[in-house]
């Protein structure tokens, strides 16, 4: 059995590689673990638009839930306290949608141009000779291929046994854990404040996760709500006084956000692992003699805490791999050196790549613990109490401030330090 390009993996990244491929004539080959396509993807839900719109075109039909209007970032103490900004914007680059059905249909994409998909097939090996990749092996089949690309995800055991990628530890990587739950399109809208087809995007740090770095969310779909939690996994596994599925109840039946959906109903619980160290996950090597990595198996994620950025670098990754297959057709199993030009050089130069590596300094914030995700929460509370729960005195802004830094014992020093260094790194 051969093929010009095989793809492992059909999540966003391997199903934009197939698709680029396939419609410029390559017969492609797209296998997959799971049942279906995008059985395995799990995400929080929200997906910015403008790589998409660049690789895609006009995401008209694509399986969009809501346009997100509304962005809500909060800090929640241990007593339940709660501080917020909320920005409403006029336009919108970002959406909700679940990530099963927009892989599905973009696999559907890639099948209508050609490419074949087989699904419940686990690839065992890349294969590789002296000319470099040449397949891989899969259910039991050798598949010949002049161009391997891997979009295996996280878990990149197939890159860990060529040694193109270190084994991956707790160090870097987190645990998303989700819940979905269905209240009723009106009831979406009326309850969050939203107009017709308009979504929120609500972050929440501090109580929810028990002071360990990660963070919790609230994205709204059309009538049903998906809220969950992000934890580093190498401070939960060291610290973590509970188990994650209790935190995750513990957040749907929170006061603070429980009366949003007390009638409603889990339609869905779901667990996935994600790179959170961005430019420390890359591989070395992107690309090597007929092989290229793309996706989250090259660690194109971007977490700032606010803000979370996955699917479409995956997408983006893809779309230029497949561009490279296309490119290197002429060239029976392309060398190292002949993709990184056609790939690995280009996906470097790009804005998704460079920004992974100028905020890489994030790294250090999200990792830096108690500070961040317990002292500072209830510091933000401790002001807004001193400024609006008012009895005999009325303090100032600044007088309020003093109060909760002396409570939450943190010295001026440190916090314009630590704010500083937040600002240089996000």
């Given at each position: 059995?051969?093929?010009d390009?095989?793809v492992?993996?059909?999540?966003?990244?391997?199903a934009?590689?197939?698709?680029?491929?396939?419609?410029?004539?390559?017969k492609?080959?797209?296998i997959?673990?799971?049942?279906?396509?995008?059985?395995?993807q799990?995400?929080?839900?929200?997906?910015?638009s403008?790589?998409?719109?660049?690789?895609?075109?006009?995401?008209?039909?694509?399986?969009?839930?809501?346009?997100?209007?509304?962005?809500?970032l909060?800090?929640?103490?241990?007593?339940?306290r709660?501080?917020?900004i909320?920005?409403?914007?006029?336009?919108?680059?970002?959406?909700t949608?679940?990530?099963?059905?927009?892989?599905?249909w973009?696999?559907?994409r890639?099948v209508?141009?050609g490419a074949?998909?087989?699904d419940?097939?686990?690839?065992?090996?890349?294969?590789?000779n002296?000319?470099?990749?040449?397949?891989?092996?899969?259910g039991?089949?050798?598949?010949?291929?002049?161009?391997?690309?891997?979009?295996?995800?996280?878990?990149?055991?197939?890159?860990?046994?060529?040694?193109l990628?270190?084994r991956?530890?707790?160090?870097?990587v987190?645990?998303?854990?989700?819940?979905t739950?269905r209240?009723g399109?009106?009831?979406?809208?009326?309850?969050?404040g939203?107009?017709?087809?308009?979504?929120?995007?609500?972050i929440?740090?501090?109580?929810f996760t028990?002071?360990?770095?990660?963070?919790a969310?609230?994205?709204?779909?059309?009538?049903?709500?998906s809220?969950?939690?992000?934890?580093?996994?190498?401070?939960?596994?060291?610290s973590?006084g509970?188990?994650?599925?209790?935190?995750?109840?513990?957040?749907?039946?929170?006061?603070?956000?429980w009366?949003y959906w007390a009638?409603g109903?889990?339609?869905?619980?779901?667990?996935?692992l994600?790179p959170?160290?961005?430019?420390?996950?890359?591989?070395?090597?992107?690309?090597?003699d007929?092989?290229?990595?793309?996706?989250?198996?090259?660690?194109?994620l971007?977490n700032?805490?606010?803000?979370?950025r996955?699917v479409?670098?995956?997408?983006?990754?893809?779309?230029?791999?497949?561009?490279?297959?296309?490119a290197?057709?002429d060239?029976?199993?392309?060398?190292?050196e002949?993709?990184r030009?056609?790939y690995?050089?280009?996906l470097?130069?790009s804005?998704p790549?460079?920004?992974?590596?100028?905020?890489?300094?994030v790294?250090?914030?999200?990792?830096?613990?108690?500070?961040?995700f317990s002292?500072?929460?209830?510091?933000?509370?401790?002001?807004?109490?001193?400024?609006?729960?008012?009895?005999?005195a009325?303090?100032?802004?600044?007088?309020?401030?003093?109060?909760?830094?002396?409570?939450?014992?943190?010295?001026?020093?440190?916090?314009?330090?630590?704010?500083?260094?937040?600002?240089?790194a996000i």
């Amino acid at each position: 059995m051969r093929f010009d390009v095989v793809v492992v993996g059909a999540g966003p990244a391997g199903a934009a590689a197939a698709l680029e491929a396939a419609r410029a004539g390559l017969k492609v080959l797209m296998i997959e673990r799971g049942r279906g396509a995008g059985s395995k993807q799990v995400y929080g839900g929200k997906i910015y638009s403008y790589y998409l719109q660049k690789v895609l075109g006009d995401l008209k039909d694509a399986p969009v839930e809501r346009w997100v209007r509304k962005e809500r970032l909060s800090l929640v103490d241990g007593s339940n306290r709660c501080t917020t900004i909320e920005y409403e914007g006029r336009d919108s680059g970002a959406f909700t949608a679940y990530l099963t059905k927009f892989t599905a249909w973009l696999v559907d994409r890639a099948v209508s141009a050609g490419a074949v998909f087989a699904d419940e097939v686990r690839v065992d090996s890349i294969l590789r000779n002296e000319g470099g990749t040449s397949g891989v092996e899969a259910g039991g089949e050798r598949v010949e291929a002049d161009v391997v690309i891997d979009a295996e995800g996280v878990n990149r055991l197939l890159l860990e046994r060529l040694g193109l990628a270190e084994r991956t530890s707790t160090r870097g990587v987190a645990l998303g854990v989700k819940e979905t739950i269905r209240i009723g399109e009106k009831e979406v809208e009326e309850r969050f404040g939203l107009d017709h087809g308009e979504g929120l995007s609500w972050i929440l740090m501090g109580g929810f996760t028990g002071g360990l770095p990660g963070g919790a969310f609230v994205y709204t779909n059309k009538d049903t709500v998906s809220l969950g939690l992000v934890l580093y996994l190498d401070s939960a596994v060291r610290s973590i006084g509970e188990p994650v599925h209790s935190m995750v109840e513990g957040l749907r039946t929170h006061e603070l956000l429980w009366r949003y959906w007390a009638d409603g109903d889990v339609v869905e619980y779901s667990a996935k692992l994600t790179p959170e160290s961005g430019y420390r996950y890359v591989p070395s090597k992107l690309a090597a003699d007929g092989l290229m990595v793309v996706g989250d198996a090259g660690g194109l994620l971007l977490n700032l805490g606010y803000t979370f950025r996955g699917v479409d670098y995956a997408v983006y990754s893809g779309h230029l791999a497949g561009r490279a297959a296309v490119a290197s057709r002429d060239r029976h199993r392309p060398s190292e050196e002949v993709l990184r030009e056609l790939y690995e050089e280009p996906l470097r130069r790009s804005r998704p790549f460079r920004d992974l590596e100028r905020l890489r300094g994030v790294e250090r914030v999200m990792e830096a613990g108690d500070r961040y995700f317990s002292t500072y929460p209830a510091l933000a509370a401790a002001a807004m109490d001193g400024m609006f729960n008012l009895e005999e005195a009325t303090p100032s802004v600044y007088e309020s401030l003093r109060s909760a830094m002396r409570e939450s014992n943190v010295s001026m020093l440190r916090a314009m330090l630590d704010a500083l260094g937040t600002v240089r790194a996000i």
